[in-house]
């Protein structure tokens, strides 16, 4: 649940204050707790939160947001979404229509769903401080097919999606993914996708 409040005895220097909601008790606030830190926050202004209890009890603000400011994080993450959810209608129409084999559709699908389940163990073993997934193999996941997951996880499970090293790579991946799927319905990208599963089937029928 969300709150609205007025930022009270901020002290810009050392980065906190107190939020005074109507009719509540006061709630710290720290200048880590802002979702997008583009500009400092200042004694007076109206924000929206979420509370929670330090180690003490005391009322948090966590999760601030200035009153009026645009969620930059969910439209750049609907965007995404969106993209992805393009893309995978266009997979899924060039399929049924018999402009692509369907074994790139399966490829596509099935590696989707496994990458979602490797961002949310991954997400898992970090809250719990286990072994990590390399971020490199969340990458191949990618680059073979898996990035509509990966966009789904990265939206749901809000996970991977904060740093920037990574947000680079993993749509440097995405690019090159789309690049080779459009160059498959060239001349020459047909010829090497129908000799390419030639040879799989031959594999698999041996």
Not at 17 to 38: C, E, L, Q
Not at 131 to 157: C, M, N, S, Y
Request: aromatic share 14%.
């Amino acid at each position: 649940m969300r709150y609205q409040g007025k930022i009270i005895d901020w002290k810009d220097e050392k980065g906190f204050g107190f939020v005074m909601p109507n009719g509540d008790d006061k709630a710290f606030v720290h200048i880590s707790a802002f979702s997008h830190r583009s500009r400092r926050p200042a004694e007076g202004e109206l924000i929206t939160y979420q509370l929670t209890n330090d180690a003490q009890g005391r009322l948090q603000a966590e999760k601030i947001r200035f009153v009026g400011e645009r969620d930059i994080a969910t439209i750049k993450w609907s965007l995404s979404f969106i993209f992805m959810i393009v893309f995978a209608a266009i997979v899924l129409l060039t399929g049924l229509a018999g402009m692509l084999n369907l074994v790139v559709l399966a490829i596509y699908l099935i590696l989707s769903v496994v990458t979602y389940f490797i961002y949310a163990i991954d997400k898992q073993a970090a809250k719990e401080h286990r072994w990590r997934i390399k971020e490199d193999t969340l990458h191949l996941l990618g680059v073979f097919g898996g990035w509509p997951g990966a966009v789904l996880a990265q939206t749901k499970l809000r996970h991977k999606s904060k740093k920037t090293s990574f947000q680079v790579k993993f749509w440097m991946t995405v690019i090159i993914n789309c690049a080779v799927f459009g160059w498959l319905f060239t001349k020459n990208g047909t010829v090497f996708l129908t000799s390419l599963l030639k040879i799989l089937a031959l594999l698999f029928i041996k």
